[in-house]
């Protein structure tokens, strides 16, 4: 092969052959048909793709995140057995599993990064789901439900072992990137209908933004999740909390992050999703009692905050259309009776309805299997002997996660659960404000970013169930973050991230 070096007297010929073949290469792919030429560039893509994820899986974390939302629209479109999400995840793990299995210092492979109390009650939380599969009636709806807390559990470990700055950057921005072009998606049907049914429509001129999550309600979810982290991020650039970095040159970055912040938190507002709205504002309060060091004043102030609402509310300064979204559902239980069977059905309040009927059934699975539940995932399996009259058609979960884990795990999946997320949550409030700073500079912002996407998950999981559609990897993404080094403490020395393990 010494004939192909630069500078031998050989190389302009094999230049020219290089060339030669090129130009023909051009002529040939010219003259193919417009569909052959679409499948190559496809593939084209999808190999150069593939192969960027071998060279660095992290980039395969962040399409993963970015294919993930996609998984509603291709079930209704191509009916395929796997979403291009999952495929993503399934290729990306394969590189990290072949990565870890070519080092050759067995110690480094045995110094995995995670915290016990996490891990620890994560597995836990695994166990119980897998005991309800003997109660379970449907082994493949027990199966899937296990596999996405498993997945939750991978992805964690995995991002949390992600050492690199650029890794990190990878990850997040994939995040930030998918609930972007799905805000940008959204706030178009909001506007433009975008295809969205006829029973989106808001007061006649607008549409419920759904994105491809064929919902709004999960689309919602998705948004409130991600704008705190958005927004942690451009505080974080405008004040060079990043590595390596100065406080003005986070100054564009900080304005682009911030305009993608607002993005995603008017996408979620054009959601319409009243649980949506209720669980940001509990995120809101969580994130400024705890960047405040002093609770009593941040209470005081958010107090001040719902009482001006009410008051504009009072004095119908509220579109009347939000007035009726936040409240108008409250009009069905004055009556002092919640029972579904005695409500007034109309259209205004079918949805509401709708949404306790199912409560009720979980109810009453709660009563006949209350230690371990019907089987994860049975919820659906299970409805049609605990419906009420009317509500023929199951929705495939109980609208209420707490409901729905108890109605499936039994009290034993849900204590466990709960568990698990009061952990999290009291972790993340540690890392965020570090050991007893009272800065606010001191604060790790992108934590209390992650702080803000528990608390609205928590929150809006009281009226849905936000594990659908891939949403699920979310949270094991996030839970990695929180544990990775460069989170935990952000400082100028790369080197001493690297080397900060935690266990």
Not at 8 to 33: N, Q
Not at 225 to 244: C, R
Not at 321 to 348: E, K
Request: net charge positive; hydrophobic share 55%; charged share 15%.
């Amino acid at each position: 092969m010494q004939f192909l070096r630069v500078g031998d007297r050989k190389s302009p010929v094999i230049r020219l052959m290089v060339v030669g073949l090129a130009v023909a290469l051009g002529v040939g792919i010219a003259l193919l048909p417009i569909p052959v030429i679409g499948a190559g560039l496809a593939l084209g893509v999808v190999a150069i793709g593939l192969g960027c994820v071998v060279r660095e899986p992290a980039l395969g974390v962040g399409l993963t995140m970015v294919l993930a939302p996609f998984a509603p629209l291709e079930k209704e479109l191509l009916q395929l057995p796997v979403d291009s999400g999952q495929i993503m995840l399934a290729v990306t793990l394969a590189c990290y599993m072949g990565r870890s299995l070519l080092r050759r210092d067995p110690v480094e492979l045995a110094r995995v990064r995670y915290d016990k109390g996490t891990l620890g009650l994560l597995c836990l939380f695994v166990a119980t789901s897998l005991i309800s599969f003997f109660p379970a009636a449907d082994f493949n709806a027990w199966f899937r439900e296990c596999l996405k807390w498993v997945e939750v559990t991978v992805l964690y470990l995995v991002v949390a072992n992600s050492d690199g700055l650029r890794q990190r950057r990878l990850i997040i921005g994939g995040v930030i990137l998918s609930a972007v072009v799905q805000g940008g998606l959204g706030l178009y049907q909001f506007v433009f209908r975008g295809g969205a049914p006829d029973h989106f429509a808001i007061s006649g001129r607008f549409f419920r933004a759904f994105g491809t999550f064929q919902q709004p309600n999960p689309f919602g979810g998705f948004m409130g999740m991600v704008w705190p982290v958005a927004a942690a991020l451009a505080v974080t650039a405008f004040i060079g909390q990043w590595p390596g970095t100065k406080r003005h040159a986070g100054r564009l970055p900080g304005v682009a992050l911030g305009i993608c912040a607002l993005l995603v938190g008017a996408a979620m507002v054009a959601s319409w999703s009243r649980g949506a709205w209720l669980a940001a504002a509990v995120a809101i309060a969580g994130m400024a009692i705890v960047v405040s060091r002093r609770p009593g004043r941040a209470l005081v102030l958010l107090g001040a905050l719902a009482i001006a609402v009410v008051s504009l509310n009072a004095v119908a300064l509220l579109p009347a259309s939000v007035s009726d979204r936040l409240i108008g559902f409250t009009s069905q239980f004055t009556g002092g009776d919640t029972d579904v069977r005695y409500l007034d059905l109309n259209g205004g309040s079918f949805a509401t309805i709708e949404r306790l009927a199912h409560w009720q059934a979980a109810e009453g699975m709660i009563t006949d299997h209350p230690w371990f539940g019907v089987g994860f995932g049975n919820y659906e399996i299970a409805y049609p002997l605990y419906r009420t009259l009317y509500w023929v058609n199951g929705l495939g979960h109980a609208h209420n996660y707490y409901l729905n884990i108890w109605a499936e795990t039994g009290v034993v999946g849900l204590a466990a659960y709960c568990a698990f997320w009061f952990y999290v949550i009291a972790r993340t409030v540690r890392v965020a404000v570090g050991n007893g700073a009272r800065r606010i500079r001191d604060t790790n912002w992108i934590v209390l970013g992650i702080l803000g996407a528990w608390l609205h998950l928590a929150a809006h999981n009281i009226v849905d169930n936000l594990y659908v559609a891939n949403l699920f990897l979310v949270v094991g993404v996030f839970l990695g973050l929180v544990e990775s080094s460069a989170l935990v403490k952000f400082n100028d020395n790369e080197q001493h991230n690297n080397g900060n393990r935690i266990s």
